[in-house]
């Protein structure tokens, strides 16, 4: 299993919002942010990219990081304590 962290601006687009949504719900996780989930999937990121590539404008910013042992990026205490609980790092 992996765990991503995949954030999308959807600039107030409710459309996009909710397509990208059913699309990252297909994956175990949890929405922790209006637009940020973390995800722990068996999917590359590849793969949940092209999972919501059909639903986003040009101008909609997506990013998907994989959370590894040797963040590079800082989390509030309560998703660092979730994401211990999960195994994750």
Known sequence: MKIFIVSCDFNNDLSTESAVTGALNRHDGVRFKKDAWILRTESS?????????????????????????????HLPAGIAS??????AF
């Open 45 to 73: 990121s590849e793969e949940i990219f092209e999972s919501v590539a059909d639903h986003l404008k040009p101008e909609t910013c997506l990013l998907i990081a994989e959370v590894t042992d040797k963040p590079m990026y």
């Open 82 to 87: 979730w994401l211990r609980r999960m195994n």
